[in-house]
């Protein structure tokens, strides 16, 4: 039974017009990311931050997954083998679109987390800057979204997964960040084939055993069908 280990970006939303951040025009291009997404920038204005995950929360909640979504959820109920997806995404256009089990590594915008005592709850659409902590009362709510500098989520889990797939697949990223980034290397260095899907070759394309190039809604679906085909 060939496991399956899928890693996704901000590409297998962009057709859900969640945007990416290293596009034209991508959010890197409108906001500082030095701002917005380090604990530094939150430090210095936890209002400017707050504002800048309330408007994405907003986005995402209102947002529709896409066939790539729906093809992912489609090849896990299929599919004789695992089916692991990590999201490196903080939207919920998985678990829309049917898929389960996803792993975000860099956390979610409908999750909030008290930097005081480590609760987690769900988030309201908008925090404030001093948003109380529901369990220890502390203004100290923010985003559950892994910033830059800090430990992405569940990585012990994830190398776990990628030393046992047989297939690992890269949909939709620019392979810019690590730890998410080095995902392809650590599956050659397990002997496990290799295939990228996405809209144009990427930082990574060239580690890749075979890349398809292509919007996800159309090269998704197909690459899905194939599989479960030939199952
Ligand atoms: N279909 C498939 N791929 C697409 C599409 C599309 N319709 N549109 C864009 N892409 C591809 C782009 O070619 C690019 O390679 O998606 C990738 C988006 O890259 P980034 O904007 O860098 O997004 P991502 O790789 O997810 O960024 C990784 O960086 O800022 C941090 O935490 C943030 O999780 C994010 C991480």
Same mark, same amino acid.
């Given at each position: 039974?060939?496991?399956?280990?899928?890693?996704?970006?901000?590409?297998?939303?962009?057709?859900?017009?969640?945007?990416? +951040?290293?596009?034209?025009?991508? &959010?890197?291009?409108?906001?500082?990311?030095?701002?917005?997404?380090? %604990?530094?920038?939150?430090?210095?204005?936890?209002?400017?931050? *707050?504002? +800048?995950?309330?408007?994405?929360?907003?986005?995402?909640?209102?947002?529709?997954?896409?066939?790539?979504?729906?093809?992912?959820?489609?090849?896990?109920?299929?599919?004789?083998?695992?089916?692991?997806?990590?999201?490196?995404?903080?939207?919920?256009?998985?678990?829309?679109?049917?898929?389960?089990?996803?792993?975000?590594?860099?956390?979610?915008?409908?999750?909030?987390?008290?930097?005081?005592? @480590?609760?987690?709850?769900?988030?309201?659409?908008?925090?404030?800057?001093?948003?109380?902590?529901?369990?220890?009362?502390?203004?100290?709510? !923010?985003?559950?979204?892994?910033?830059? @500098?800090?430990?992405?989520?569940?990585? @012990?889990?994830?190398?776990?997964?990628?030393?046992?797939?047989?297939? +690992?697949?890269?949909?939709?990223?620019? @392979?810019?960040?690590? %730890?998410?980034?080095? +995902?392809? *290397?650590?599956? !050659?260095?397990?002997?496990?084939?290799?295939?990228?899907?996405?809209?144009?070759?990427?930082?990574?394309?060239?580690?890749?055993?075979?890349?398809? &190039?292509?919007?996800?809604?159309?090269?998704?679906?197909?690459?899905?069908?194939?599989?479960?085909?030939?199952?």
């Amino acid at each position: 039974m060939e496991k399956i280990v899928i890693l996704t970006g901000a590409g297998i939303s962009a057709e859900s017009g969640m945007g990416t +951040f290293r596009d034209k025009d991508g &959010l890197w291009t409108q906001v500082r990311l030095e701002d917005v997404a380090t %604990p530094e920038g939150f430090a210095r204005n936890p209002a400017m931050v *707050q504002e +800048f995950y309330n408007f994405r929360r907003v986005k995402a909640a209102e947002a529709k997954p896409n066939a790539a979504h729906v093809a992912l959820a489609r090849l896990q109920a299929h599919h004789a083998g695992e089916v692991v997806i990590v999201t490196q995404n903080v939207d919920a256009l998985h678990e829309a679109g049917g898929a389960a089990g996803v792993i975000h590594m860099h956390g979610r915008l409908d999750s909030a987390l008290c930097a005081g005592c @480590g609760h987690r709850w769900h988030a309201p659409d908008t925090m404030a800057p001093d948003e109380a902590c529901p369990a220890c009362g502390g203004p100290f709510g !923010r985003p559950d979204v892994v910033w830059f @500098g800090e430990m992405p989520y569940r990585m @012990g889990e994830i190398y776990d997964h990628l030393a046992s797939a047989d297939l +690992f697949v890269s949909i939709g990223t620019s @392979g810019e960040v690590y %730890p998410a980034a080095g +995902f392809v *290397q650590e599956a !050659r260095a397990n002997d496990i084939r290799t295939l990228e899907l996405n809209l144009e070759r990427s930082a990574g394309s060239r580690l890749f055993h075979e890349t398809r &190039l292509g919007p996800a809604t159309e090269i998704v679906p197909a690459w899905v069908d194939e599989l479960v085909r030939r199952n």
